[in-house]
């Protein structure tokens, strides 16, 4: 299974817009998925399907993929937004999941 | 809503047996599939391996040859077993419940098990 790549880490200003991409030949046929982890806790799914949110998260926070690459975007970012953020899929190939490295956002 | 209760020892030495195990309470055990994730310290999540209600399993290559995931839909649990542990698995453990086959997500999870492997 090939794998994903993401920065890692990124800074945002409080109140301003963050994105967050995922890149992998495997994206081109699958959907990603997004998880938000915050120190000490378990991961929270932000974003399914690409660009579902799940009940509870807010709208602030989107999700697209084109080609070999997924993004998540939070606008009006805030204190609580700065957490660790994990792509994910599942390829297709060899039906493996595969997690990206992951990107560390702090909201300064 | 659907919980995730995971136990196991915390503690081992080198060449022994991690064993956890993870209980589904509070909805459905079918029609989902049942993963294992790890998290070395200061580090990224690991996706271990997955079962389905049948007992299908599928591994991460890079632990196929020591690890083991079982169901026991009697019991509404899944358990993972991965043998000759060293150092490099000490990390925290999640079970967590994966959805939908091809688009996930996990959208369950277990509380975390932090297992230490050290002689």
């Known amino acids: 299974s090939s794998g994903l790549t993401q920065d890692p880490e990124v800074a945002v200003a409080l109140g301003q817009t963050v994105k967050i991409t995922c890149q992998g030949d495997?994206?081109?046929?699958?959907?990603a998925s997004w998880y938000q982890q915050r120190p000490g806790r378990a991961p929270v799914v932000v974003i399914l399907?690409?660009?579902k949110r799940p009940a509870g998260i807010p709208s602030r926070v989107s999700g697209s993929r084109l080609g070999d690459t997924a993004s998540l975007t939070i606008t009006a970012a805030q204190a609580e937004d700065e957490a660790d953020y994990y792509c994910?899929?599942?390829?297709?190939?060899?039906?493996?999941?595969?997690f990206g490295p992951g990107t560390r956002v702090t909201v300064l | 809503q659907v919980q995730l209760q995971q136990w196991g020892a915390g503690l081992l030495k080198p060449s022994e047996t991690l064993s956890l195990t993870c209980a589904v309470s509070?909805?459905?055990?079918?029609?989902?599939?049942w993963s294992w994730i790890r998290q070395p310290p200061g580090k990224g999540l690991e996706w271990i391996g997955e079962?389905?209600?049948?007992?299908?399993?599928n591994y991460n290559p890079s632990l196929k040859s020591r690890v083991s995931i079982s169901i026991d839909t009697s019991q509404n649990h899944f358990s993972l077993k991965l043998n000759s542990v060293s150092a490099a698995d000490t990390a925290v453990y999640y079970c967590?419940?994966?959805?939908?086959?091809?688009?996930?997500?996990?959208?369950?999870w277990g509380q975390g098990s932090l297992v230490i492997v050290s002689s």
């Open positions: 495997i994206l081109r046929l699958s959907h």
């Open positions: 994910h899929c599942r390829d297709t190939s060899d039906h493996l999941l595969v």
């Open positions: 079962v389905h209600q049948g007992g299908v399993t």
């Open positions: 509070g909805g459905s055990f079918s029609g989902y599939v």
């Open positions: 967590a419940r994966y959805y939908d086959y091809w688009s996930g997500p996990f959208d369950t």
């Open positions: 399907d690409d660009s």
